[in-house]
């Protein structure tokens, strides 16, 4: 019965061992001193088993003069439906001196069961050596820097610029803010009426309130040579309102027709009469003299032109707004302005490392 077990088991380990396989290959047998070449360990095993690689690192020996110069990182691919698993190694390898070289067997551990690969051989070949002609030989040529190309260039160019644009930017809202401006000032055209429009409405508009003519005449011709006062100013480009009615008269003497002079001085002679010697005007009085306005400033009223555009008119915005405007603005210049400066040492900071 032992026996029988011991031969189960056996069995067993023996099945497990034949699915190990190990291989080694070299890409190149022959080298000249100093050139590299790759070796590579391929082991297949199964799913469940346990694998350790040889301790090879970075500047390790295989032999004297030869070298390992790289160390891969190991590549897993699993195999027969998960299975068997296929692991590769590879080693970059070199020789400092020219030999015929017998590199030892690789041994590589599944289920601490060591494994051992075949030997592989590598020729290193030396340069040959002009000895005779030592005038061909050259020292050796100095670090030479690459050239510069605008790729090289170009980031810090656009960040300079970047830059530049904040700070032009940051600079205006400063002023703006300085002088308690806002950004933009919305403009609109206003359509302004003429002098004659402007005075026919003035005139409706004491003509529809009758209680100046019942009650008040004083009020009633203030009100109405004022208007013919803003009007001819308007109208002829010279102040009115502090001149006496018989100067405005001889003034415009040689801007209007007799006709037109004496409806406006009978105007003007009824409301000093009324404003100064406390004269009372009759309903029917205060209407012709109303009538009388109504004709003058159609007899001497200059037509606008069509093609005139209308004046434009800033729509201010009020103190609480502005200054609210002012704090934005500052504050939008002070960050524009880091902005700026971090472009500029980013680019200084590049520069520099660019010319060392």
């Known amino acids: 019965m032992k026996l029988k077990l011991i031969l189960i088991f056996g069995l067993l380990a023996t099945t497990a061992s034949a699915q190990v396989t190990f ?5 190149s047998l022959n080298l000249f001193i100093g050139q590299q070449t790759g070796i590579t360990l391929d082991i297949a095993m199964g799913a469940g088993q346990q694998l350790e690689l040889p301790s090879l690192k970075n ?4 032999l004297p003069n030869v070298e390992v110069v790289e160390v891969a990182k190991p590549d897993t691919t699993p195999l027969n439906e998960g299975k068997t698993l296929e692991i590769v190694q590879r080693y970059i390898i070199t020789a400092w001196d020219s030999s015929f070289y017998y590199l030892p067997p690789f041994q590589v551990k599944v289920d601490g069961q060591t494994y051992e690969s075949r ?18 030989f050259f ?39 300085r002088k308690g401006k806002p950004i933009v000032q919305i403009i609109r055209r206003k359509k302004v009426l003429p002098p004659h429009q402007v005075a026919m409405n003035e005139i409706e508009r004491i003509k529809g309130d009758r209680k100046w003519t019942e009650e008040n005449s004083k009020e009633y011709y203030t009100q109405l040579t004022d208007t013919l006062r803003v009007y001819i100013q308007e109208r002829y480009g010279f102040s009115t309102m502090e001149m006496t ?19 406006l001085r009978e105007i003007f002679r009824t409301a000093d009469l009324v404003k100064f010697a406390k004269y009372s005007t009759l309903i029917n009085e205060n209407d012709a003299n109303l009538m009388a306005a109504v004709e003058y400033i159609n007899q001497t009223k200059q037509e606008p032109d069509p ?50």
């Open 59 to 62: 500047g390790d020996e295989l």
């Open 23 to 27: 291989d080694v290959s070299i890409d």
């Open 307 to 356: 093609n005139a555009k209308p004046e434009p008119e800033i729509i201010k915005v009020t103190d609480e707004k502005r200054m609210t405007q002012v704090r934005i603005m500052r504050a939008v210049s002070i960050v524009l302005a880091l902005c700026a400066t971090a472009a500029f040492a980013w680019a200084v900071y590049k520069l520099i490392d660019l010319l060392r």
């Open 245 to 263: 009615s018989a100067e405005i008269i001889e003034r415009l003497m040689s801007e209007n027709d007799e006709t037109a002079l004496n409806e």
């Open 119 to 136: 030997s592989l051989a590598l020729n290193v070949y030396t340069l040959d050596v002009d000895t005779i002609h030592t005038d061909e």
């Open 139 to 177: 020292p050796i040529n100095p670090v030479m820097a690459p050239p510069y190309v605008w790729d090289d260039f170009r980031p810090l160019v656009y960040a300079a610029l970047f830059g530049l644009l904040l700070i032009g930017v940051a600079i205006f809202l400063f002023d703006r803010a």
